[in-house]
């Protein structure tokens, strides 16, 4: 941790961030290719259209669909990028990633799985097909601070933790942005030309609906957070916070449909306002909202009879589950 010096706010200049970085990749890079995970948050399409720039044809991006995104993400990302001439592979990695996760509810046993799966099984896989030396990711100086502090392990942090990705993965690990936090990454992606749909965007958890799922992350649990994801975004797209998210719980409790009993899923709603994500506060939702939240959310998704609200801040909180 102490390698790593925050570049703030006031500190940065966008442009000279961006021409240094552009140096460095080529300079780091040479001769050789780079792969480079696009997610479509603001992070990883930042470092995308950083790495475009600066490699060009030496760069092979690559979407991996683990089947624990949004509806539609994919494909709706992939289209983007490539109409900004990016050209993005889409590659099919949902029976790799559901294979690690079958059976683990330990919220750190999972996030090792998704970082055992991205890094060894799909990517490893593509390193190797394609005779690259490098991956290029968007890890953030957040991601570093909260898993050194011991608060949450992100499944994108290695070098900070003594993996040699060389050794462990064969091939480097490179991390344009990891002296920034969210607020200047954004800065540094409207810069690039990225448009407001990408910079602007919420955050969203690297491991994706699986920081989401407490419990197992199984295809049937993950589509149950998915569809209570869509509500709650479409519900609170006008509503100006830092991040809104659903969770499902892992107990179920008993509800009432149709005048009989249904012991059925919990939805929790979190709705956050933040700066920098290192603390939040509950977004003070107006009463309407909330009932509107709970009846589309047990309407529109099978076998939920409960939806609660997040008032707890953070800390002691935090803006993911698990």
């Known amino acids: 941790m102490a390698k790593i010096k925050e570049i703030t706010l006031k500190q940065l200049n966008p442009r000279s961030f ?60 992939a289209a983007l990028f490539r109409k900004m001439g ?16 079958k059976g683990k509810v330990d919220p750190e046993k999972k996030r090792q799985a998704i970082t055992d799966a991205f890094y060894q099984d799909v990517f490893g896989k593509l390193v ?37 990705t060389q050794k462990a993965y064969g091939y480097t690990v490179l991390e344009p942005l990891i002296e920034l936090r969210k607020p200047a990454v954004r800065m540094v992606a409207k810069a690039l030309g990225l448009p407001p749909s990408v910079y602007a965007r919420p955050p969203f958890p690297g491991p994706a609906l699986t920081a989401r799922v407490i419990g197992e992350a199984t295809p049937a649990r993950i589509e149950l ?25 892992e107990d179920k409790v008993t509800g009432i449909r149709n005048g009989r009993r249904d012991f059925g899923y919990q939805i929790e709603v979190r709705c956050w306002d933040s700066q920098d994500a290192v603390t939040a506060t509950p977004t003070n939702l107006p009463f309407p909202v909330l009932t509107r939240l709970a009846k589309r959310i047990t309407a529109e998704v099978p076998g939920v009879v409960s939806v609660t609200y997040n008032v ?3 800390p002691p909180s935090t803006i993911e589950a698990v």
């Open 225 to 249: 957070v998915r569809q209570a994801t869509a509500v709650v975004e479409e519900e609170l797209a006008r509503v100006k916070c830092f991040q809104c998210l659903a969770i499902l719980h």
């Open 312 to 314: 707890t801040a953070k």
């Open 128 to 164: 190797r097909t394609s005779k690259a030396r490098f991956l290029l990711q968007g890890t953030i100086y957040t991601d570093v601070e909260e898993t050194v502090a011991g608060i949450k392990r992100q499944h994108n942090i290695l070098a900070q933790l003594g993996i040699d």
């Open 18 to 77: 961006i021409d240094q970085q552009i140096q460095e990749l080529r300079r780091t890079v040479g001769n050789s290719l780079a792969v480079n995970a696009l997610s479509g948050g603001v992070d990883s399409s930042t470092v995308t259209m950083l790495a475009h720039r600066a490699l060009g044809p030496q760069l092979k991006t690559y979407f991996i669909d683990h089947g624990l995104m949004r509806a539609g993400e994919p494909q709706r990302v």
């Open 86 to 101: 990016v050209p993005v592979t889409l590659v099919d990695g949902r029976q790799e990633f559901f294979r690690v996760l």
